[in-house]
């Protein structure tokens, strides 16, 4: 069972997964040796995997884009193929209603956008709308911070 003591420790991780034991022992009142069975039972249960989160405009690709696909009919899978061959892509979703794919996708030139868009249409899409990101106001907030917990904290705590 994950207790509210757990959700704090995970909000602080999602706040800042570099923090040493010693410190996340400070600030979340758990000794660090209760720390570090809490994160490897995480890590079995809870944590897909630790990544790196990029930023992606210092690597030249200035364009972030959120690309809604809807595929012509009978070729959903021709269209994700091509999506997944795709270097720009970040992140796909199966949506439902009109379209059929959300896409995340990182661009350097207004031409990759199109060449890209152009891809899909050969390859079985229907219609491409691309959105372009004009800032970027909220990422990785869901669980982040440890003064939420009371408000992701139910009657029934979470299990694994």
Do not use: C
């Amino acid at each position: 069972m994950l207790g509210e003591k757990d959700l704090v420790v995970l909000a602080s991780l999602r706040e800042n997964a570099r923090e040493s034991l010693t410190k996340l022992s400070r600030q979340t009142g758990v000794p660090v040796s209760t720390l570090y069975d809490k994160l490897q039972a995480f890590k079995r249960h809870v944590v897909q995997r630790f990544t790196v989160l990029l930023d992606v405009r210092k690597l030249g690709f200035t364009l972030r884009t959120m690309v809604l696909v809807k595929a012509e009919p009978g070729r959903k899978d021709e269209v994700l193929q091509e999506v997944r061959r795709q270097i720009w892509v970040n992140l796909v979703q199966r949506v439902n209603g009109e379209y059929d794919l959300l896409v995340e996708a990182f661009f350097r030139e207004m031409r990759d956008v199109e060449a890209f868009r152009e891809a899909l249409l050969t390859h079985g899409a229907e219609r491409v709308d691309v959105l372009y990101t004009v800032e970027e106001v909220l990422r990785e907030h869901f669980f982040s911070s440890k003064e939420l917990v009371p408000l992701y904290y139910a009657d029934q705590p979470a299990s694994f």
